[in-house]
C-alpha cells in the first residue's frame, strides 16, 4: 500500500462514519425506510469529509516522518559523538555506506572485533545504522563539505569524515 492508497483509505474511513451517524440518526424517525435522496446525502457528506480528510491526514503523515527524521539524526549524532569520546577525538570510518565501528565492538584504536575485554567500546548501533525515515535508506554517503552543498541522490545519509558531521541525505534537511 502507498502513501497516498493510506491517505485516501483513511479519509474515506472518516467519509464512512459520517454517512454512518447521518443514517443512524436519520434512521430513528423513519423506521430504517431512506429515499433516493437520503441516498443522495449520504454520498455528498462522504465526499465533503473525504476532501477535507485527504489533506490533513496527509500532512499528519508529513509531520511524523519529519519528527522519526529527527530523532534518528539526534542519536545518529550523540551516538558519533559518544564514539569521538571513547576513542580519542577520532570519527568513526565510513566503510562501504556504513559505520562498522558504530555497529560492532571496538578497542580504544577503533579496530571492531568481538564484544569483550579486549573490545570494550560500543556497538552503538545493535541493530545497525537506522535508516533516514523519509527515504527507508540507511546507505551512509560520504560528503565534502560540512555542510554539504547538496544530496547525493542516494536518500539515506551524508557523512564528512573529517569533522564526524551527519546529515539526512536531502535538500530540505541539509541547512544545518
Given at each position: 500500500?502507498?502513501?497516498?492508497?493510506?491517505n485516501?483509505?483513511?479519509?474515506?474511513?472518516?467519509?464512512?462514519?459520517?454517512?454512518?451517524g447521518y443514517l443512524?440518526?436519520?434512521?430513528?424517525?423513519?423506521?430504517?425506510?431512506?429515499?433516493?435522496?437520503?441516498?443522495?446525502?449520504?454520498?455528498?457528506?462522504?465526499a465533503i469529509?473525504?476532501?477535507?480528510?485527504?489533506?490533513?491526514?496527509?500532512?499528519?503523515?508529513?509531520?511524523a516522518?519529519?519528527?522519526?527524521?529527527?530523532?534518528?539524526?539526534?542519536?545518529?549524532?550523540a551516538?558519533?559523538?559518544?564514539?569521538?569520546?571513547?576513542?580519542?577525538?577520532?570519527?568513526p570510518?565510513?566503510?562501504?555506506?556504513?559505520f562498522?565501528?558504530?555497529?560492532?565492538?571496538?578497542?580504544?584504536?577503533?579496530?571492531?572485533?568481538?564484544?569483550?575485554k579486549?573490545?570494550?567500546f560500543?556497538?552503538?548501533?545493535?541493530?545497525?545504522?537506522?535508516?533516514?525515515?523519509?527515504?527507508?535508506?540507511a546507505?551512509?554517503?560520504?560528503?565534502d563539505?560540512?555542510?554539504?552543498?547538496?544530496?547525493s541522490?542516494?536518500?539515506?545519509?551524508?557523512?564528512?569524515?573529517?569533522?564526524?558531521?551527519?546529515?539526512?541525505?536531502?535538500a530540505?534537511?541539509l541547512r544545518?
Amino acid at each position: 500500500m502507498s502513501f497516498l492508497d493510506g491517505n485516501l483509505a483513511a479519509a474515506v474511513a472518516l467519509g464512512i462514519l459520517a454517512a454512518g451517524g447521518y443514517l443512524l440518526a436519520h434512521a430513528r424517525h423513519r423506521q430504517f425506510r431512506f429515499t433516493l435522496v437520503d441516498a443522495l446525502i449520504v454520498v455528498a457528506i462522504m465526499a465533503i469529509v473525504t476532501a477535507i480528510a485527504i489533506p490533513l491526514v496527509a500532512a499528519a503523515s508529513g509531520q511524523a516522518k519529519t519528527a522519526a527524521l529527527m530523532q534518528n539524526l539526534h542519536t545518529f549524532r550523540a551516538q558519533i559523538r559518544l564514539y569521538q569520546v571513547e576513542h580519542g577525538g577520532q570519527s568513526p570510518i565510513l566503510y562501504e555506506g556504513a559505520f562498522p565501528q558504530l555497529t560492532e565492538a571496538t578497542n580504544a584504536e577503533g579496530v571492531p572485533g568481538p564484544k569483550g575485554k579486549q573490545y570494550p567500546f560500543g556497538p552503538y548501533f545493535v541493530g545497525g545504522i537506522p535508516a533516514n525515515p523519509c527515504t527507508g535508506v540507511a546507505t551512509v554517503t560520504p560528503a565534502d563539505a560540512a555542510p554539504p552543498t547538496g544530496p547525493s541522490g542516494m536518500g539515506g545519509w551524508l557523512s564528512h569524515q573529517a569533522t564526524g558531521q551527519i546529515w539526512p541525505d536531502q535538500a530540505a534537511s541539509l541547512r544545518d
